[in-house]
């Protein structure tokens, strides 16, 4: 009996990654990422083949590659995260600079995007297809801005040692913010560029 008291006791507690200020922020942004969407899919529904042909003009490969960036620039502030519990920030610093390329990748590659749709002629007055494309990747784009900014200023507070497993909090709520951002293109991409 007293061994299995000792064993819940040595139990750690679960706790909130970050600070619960960014948890409701994070909410707030979803909510009104849903509600993007939302009006999306009920546009949509009563403009389908006209939503269609637009979505043609898309260039899937160029979300696939920037799906691929986002995913991968998660991954590398999962292994940050990870070395300054470990004690390790200062070296694995490194991993958050590798998730910023990604992210100026993803940016790149969504200007080219831009430029291309431009060239074309496209606006949000183009249709309503291409208001809701604009506005949705447009408003995600500076929420990868923010993002990168974020993480800009966690690798520079990894670098100085600013972080670890005393002090975790400000780390893992810029991680937090940057996950959001990700997962947010994983539903966009999806549903703007794929679904029919």
């Not at 160029?62 to 960036?69: D, E, R």
């Amino acid at each position: 009996m007293s061994h299995h008291t000792l064993t819940l006791s040595a139990t750690p507690s679960r706790r909130l990654a970050g600070d619960l200020a960014i948890w409701c922020f994070i909410g707030a942004e979803l909510v009104a990422f849903a509600a993007f969407f939302g009006a999306y899919a009920f546009t949509r529904a009563s403009h389908v083949a006209e939503f269609n042909l637009a979505q043609q003009g898309l260039n899937r490969d160029a979300g696939a590659v920037n799906t691929l960036l986002l995913l991968t620039a998660s991954a590398f502030v999962v292994r940050a995260v990870q070395g300054a519990l470990a004690g390790r920030a200062r070296a694995d610093a490194v991993w958050l600079l590798a998730a910023i390329v990604c992210g100026i990748g993803f940016l790149g590659v969504k200007g080219v995007e831009y430029a291309a749709a431009f060239d074309q002629g496209i606006s949000l007055s183009s249709s309503t297809f291409h208001m809701f494309y604009l506005s949705l990747t447009f408003f995600h784009f500076m929420h990868v801005i923010l993002g990168l900014v974020i993480l800009v200023v966690l690798w520079a507070g990894m670098r100085a040692g600013r972080y670890g497993p005393q002090d975790m909090n400000g780390l893992e709520s810029g991680a937090a913010y940057w996950h959001m951002v990700d997962l947010v293109w994983l539903i966009l991409f999806p549903l703007v560029y794929v679904i029919h």
